[in-house]
């Protein structure tokens, strides 16, 4: 009895010593009941020697929950055996942060060290973690303000995106952080004054599908200009108006400066029976990043109006279509210009073999080929043709073939005008004695 109180008491001793002596943080073991090991102290009690298990998996700490922090599940030892304690919510301290618990290995006994609430460091030393992706969809007067990240007691803490109503005249201004000398300091969101008409080109339409519907117009969609920033309107059906077609709404550059020109339903073209006068020759300058539409002849109150060309800004990956008048029936239609997609240039074809010579013609062959150079017949002359004039089109003229061993006649053609092209005509070329004809085509 005098020996068990002889040892409480020098237990009780030591104690009472090393109380002074507690620090943060404080380590403790659960064996049999627990003690508590002192940093810099001496042993109370004996921790276990067998590593604790893995830490289990917490899918609750995945989830975001606003004002608190997940304090994650740990093993204790308690009676000899490893005890799994769940993890937990606490309420976030403002200027703290949570410390995890964890096991330390001392000199073969495992220790614990406590978790605990420490000071947080006032500002980021590192940049934060790259942006979250969020889906979002398109809000008739709302803006989408994107999600951020926030230095919230000593760590990058998530604020999710959200809708915001939009504001006349205004424009979102993202949050961003920035390094200023090592520091990094958060500029924070905001609405500021948007610019009033677009300074460059909309982007380019995007695709929509959609089948004939019996009695209604599918009105495509266009690009708005809204508080500062492109703002796509989507297409919708418009129940058909006897008599009036839709004119698509469309972006014109005057003068450096982008106008809409509002879409809207415009009495049907008259029948226009004439041909329309050849194009005017105009004298324009080439522009870096711009292109030249071209002017035309334009119906106008029963007579033809010159409309002048005039300069648009490029387009990345799309070209001009010129606007042409079609022949339909008798009947004069104009095409509009418009912008189109850039095809992908085939890859170069192989080059052709060289085409046979033309055979000789004997003197007793009947055929008179006119002059011969080194043996071979040199073509005719080119019969006369008088096509005419065709608005939109180029006449290719014909040229002599070698057919069956003579020359035969292949008429000319019509050829429709390609933007940015003209059409080189075909000839015959004498290589060293021997006639090869050269095909046209457009370069």
């Known amino acids: 009895m005098r020996i068990h109180l002889s040892r409480w008491l020098v237990g009780a001793t030591l104690l009472g010593l090393a109380a002074p002596g507690f620090a943060q943080p404080v380590e403790r073991d659960h064996r049999g009941g627990g003690g508590v ?3 810099g102290g001496m042993n109370v009690s004996v921790g276990p020697r067998e590593a604790p298990p893995a830490v289990r998996d917490e899918p609750e700490r995945l989830r975001v929950r606003a004002g608190f922090v997940w304090q994650p599940g740990r093993w204790d030892w308690r009676n000899g055996r490893w005890d799994w304690r769940a993890g937990h919510w606490e309420r976030e301290r403002a200027g703290k942060r949570w410390r995890e618990a964890r096991w330390e290995n001392r000199g073969g006994t495992w220790v614990l060290v406590d978790g605990d609430w ?4 006032m500002a980021p030393s590192a940049a934060p973690p790259p942006i979250r992706e969020e889906r979002w969809e398109q809000r008739n007067g709302f803006v989408w303000i994107r999600g951020r990240w926030d230095w919230r ?3 990058w803490a998530w604020t999710p995106g959200h809708y915001e109503r939009e504001r006349a005249n205004k424009r979102w201004r993202e949050a961003t952080w920035e390094n200023r000398g090592g520091q990094w300091v958060f500029v924070d969101g905001g609405w500021i004054d948007a610019p009033m008409a677009p300074t460059a080109a909309p982007p380019p ?3 929509e599908h959609w089948e004939e519907r019996h009695g209604w117009v599918f009105v495509r969609g266009h690009w708005d200009w809204r508080n500062g ?5 989507p297409g919708r059906w418009e129940k058909e108006h006897r008599g009036r077609h839709w004119r698509e709404p469309r972006w014109e550059n005057r ?3 982008w106008v809409k020109v509002d879409g809207d339903w415009i009495e049907e073209a008259p029948v226009v029976q004439a041909a329309p006068p050849p194009p005017r020759d105009e004298r324009f300058e080439n522009r870096a990043g711009f292109i030249w539409v071209r002017g035309r ?3 106008r109150n029963g007579n033809y109006e010159w409309v002048p060309g005039h300069y648009e800004r490029e387009r990345a990956n799309q070209f001009w279509n010129e606007g042409r008048w079609e022949n339909r029936g008798g009947q004069w239609f104009w095409v509009e210009g418009s912008w189109g997609a850039r095809p992908t240039p085939p890859p170069p074809a192989p080059a052709p073999p060289p085409p046979p010579a033309p055979p000789p013609v004997s003197a007793s062959g009947g055929v008179s080929v006119g002059v011969t150079v ?3 017949p040199a073509p005719p002359p080119p019969q006369a043709e008088n096509p005419g004039a065709k608005a939109g089109f180029i006449w290719a003229r014909g040229h002599w073939g070698w057919t069956n061993g003579s020359y035969q006649w292949i008429a000319g053609h019509w050829e429709r005008e390609r933007a940015a092209k003209h059409w080189e005509e075909g000839r015959w070329q004498n290589n060293n004695g021997t006639w090869i004809y050269i095909e046209g085509g457009w370069r």
Do not use: S
């Open 153 to 155: 007691n000593g760590d």
């Open 374 to 376: 080194g043996g071979q």
């Open 229 to 233: 920033d492109w703002a796509w309107t």
């Open 205 to 207: 339409l995007r695709e």
């Open 297 to 299: 002849w334009d119906w």
């Open 37 to 39: 090991t002192v940093t």
């Open 255 to 257: 003068d450096g400066q």
């Open 118 to 121: 420490i000071d947080a460091p």
